[in-house]
């Protein structure tokens, strides 16, 4: 849960750098003991912040898809499907020229991916 003022604002922004640096997806635990990541604790912490402080998070989720690592930008298109689902569309279309790579996980499956690879795939999904 997000504090008040200057402190929900350190941690949504250490949130969104988390994500901004993130080389693996993962929306849920992984491995054998379903440890969450730092990412996607982050992700969580986004989203919520989505729900709680819309105007403010929003801003730091376009941030993210400008200047994220692939599975920052991966997340931050992802978040945008909860709250503008066209402005997800126009995302993941601006991310089917990206070449970036990051490694996934589905539960205790590790995979790896490339960023145009998985838009196209999340378009296609729609």
Known sequence: MFGIGKSRDRELDAAVKELAGADTLAFGGV???GTLLPATEAYR???E???AHPDEAREKVD???????P???AYAATLLERVDPAA?????ASLRDD????????GCVMGHASLRGYATERLAAR
Do not use: C, M, N, P
Request: charged content about 25%; glycine content about 12%; overall charge positive.
């Open 31 to 33: 491995g054998i003991a």
């Open 45 to 47: 912490r986004v989203e």
């Open 49 to 51: 912040a989505l729900h």
């Open 63 to 69: 941030w993210l898809l400008r200047h994220g690592s």
């Open 71 to 73: 599975a920052g930008k």
């Open 88 to 92: 997800a569309r126009e995302a993941w």
């Open 99 to 106: 070449k970036g790579e990051f490694t996934t996980f589905t």
